[in-house]
């Protein structure tokens, strides 16, 4: 299966020196995922605003300038960042674990940006900063980021999540990036953001449940990596592409235990022909005795969480 083969590459690229720098030639040069295409800038854009319009809605505020916002997991093109940027956040900390930021690819979703200014404007009812299009216009990303600085965007890389000062957020945000980190950690990592968030700060996460190697091979369907048992799937999950397989009850239980109460929850849930290709999966013990629809099914979770 295609995916099968996938995997095995990326688990041998993770062992071998410079094996992130060729995952990332073959996603730019191979298979071509990247920069990310239309219909995937779409999606992000998607989840950029869910995230601000949760905290708006919680926080009953429309003015973004003053509120200093933390993300964690930024990825190559810092998508997520550029467009809060545009939507007038002007003081953001945008971290990885490692290296990932191409500035080449952060000037492709600029360029979007700007050709979908106004179809973004009007599918959301939110006007975009002028100020930021300005300093888009009259400046060059270069290998110094001087850009991202100038617009408020502060990229650090490494970064470890221990080095956060306390108290010193309004908003965090992560954007399919929880799933990605082994269980073990995923509540240490949550204890961090409630202590930087400031006094009823805001937590905000956007999370792909589904198994990821559907997006290279479409026939496993969306629950396939739930048949495999630990030992199984710890053969193929790579460390270039980690899926911890946790779901979104999990997911809730550990934002309360990380100091947080969940006040805005969207689920996404199966599909009835999803839903019947779930209930004939052999799943793995781990995932046996738990609610189908509610827990195991969802497919994406997106969750506002406050400092309690």
């Not at 601000?52 to 003015?63: A, K, P």
């Not at 809060?84 to 360029?111: H, P, S, W, Y």
């Not at 013990?285 to 969750?303: M, S």
Request: net charge positive.
């Amino acid at each position: 299966m295609r995916w099968i083969a996938k995997a095995l590459v990326q688990k041998s690229l993770s062992v071998l020196p410079g094996g992130p720098y060729a995952n990332y030639c073959l996603q730019r040069f191979v298979t071509k995922k990247l920069p990310i295409p239309e219909r995937v800038f779409w999606d992000e854009v998607e989840v950029a605003f869910g995230h601000i319009q949760r905290y708006v809605r919680c926080r009953g505020r429309v003015d973004l300038s003053d509120i200093s916002l933390f993300e964690f997991g930024a990825g190559y093109d810092l998508h997520t960042a550029l467009l809060f940027a545009a939507m007038g956040v002007k003081n953001q900390l945008v971290v990885d674990v490692r290296q990932l930021l191409k500035t080449q690819l952060c000037g492709a979703i600029l360029e979007n940006l700007k050709k979908y200014r106004s179809q973004i404007e009007a599918k959301y009812h939110w006007k975009l900063d002028g100020a930021f299009f300005e300093r888009v216009r009259s400046a060059s990303l270069g290998p110094n980021v001087s850009l991202l600085n100038g617009l408020g965007i502060d990229y650090r890389a490494p970064f470890d999540l221990k080095n956060l000062d306390d108290g010193s957020f309004e908003l965090i945000t992560n954007s399919s990036v929880l799933e990605h980190i082994p269980a073990d950690d995923v509540l240490e990592i949550l204890q961090h953001c409630c202590r930087a968030l400031k006094p009823g700060g805001c937590l905000s996460s956007s999370i792909n449940l589904t198994d990821h190697f559907i997006s290279f091979d479409s026939s496993i369907g969306p629950y396939n990596f739930l048949k495999f048992s630990e030992r199984t799937w710890s053969f193929v999950n790579s460390s270039l592409h980690y899926q911890n397989r946790l779901r979104a009850g999990d997911y809730k239980e550990l934002f309360c235990k990380a100091g947080f109460r969940i006040v805005a929850c969207e689920e996404v849930l199966p599909q009835k022909g999803e839903f019947d290709v779930l209930k004939r999966l052999p799943l793995d013990n781990r995932f046996q005795n738990r609610d189908l629809v509610e827990n195991i099914g969802v497919q994406y979770l997106h969750t506002l969480c406050v400092k309690t």
